[in-house]
């Protein structure tokens, strides 16, 4: 039994093999940034937390990306935009 531990510490690592997993979607989307919320409104996949976030972005200073929120609620009837 002794001799065995030494022995599992030389064998190699075994490693597993990569595989592609891209037909289930993308792995770890953003889904909290300011980024990710201005694609869902260049897509007009617009509701109220999409629209909420355009004013955080203005006072953050990133008024062109505000901009596209802002349109995009607009146009989609929400008129708190």
């Known amino acids: 039994?002794?001799?065995?531990?030494?022995a599992l510490l030389l064998a190699?690592?075994?490693?597993?093999?990569?595989?592609?997993?891209s037909?289930?979607?993308?792995t770890n989307p953003e889904e909290m940034t300011l980024e990710r919320l201005v694609e869902r409104a260049?897509?007009?996949?617009?509701?109220?937390?999409?629209c909420a976030n355009g004013y955080l972005a203005t006072k953050a200073g990133r008024h062109e990306q505000a901009r596209i929120i802002f349109e995009a609620?607009?146009?989609a009837g929400w008129t708190q935009a």
């Open 42 to 50: 260049q897509r007009g996949d617009v509701d109220m937390i999409v």
């Open 23 to 26: 037909q289930y979607g993308t």
């Open 73 to 75: 609620c607009a146009n």
């Open 1 to 6: 039994m002794r001799l065995l531990a030494p």
């Open 12 to 21: 190699p690592p075994v490693m597993a093999e990569e595989q592609d997993f």
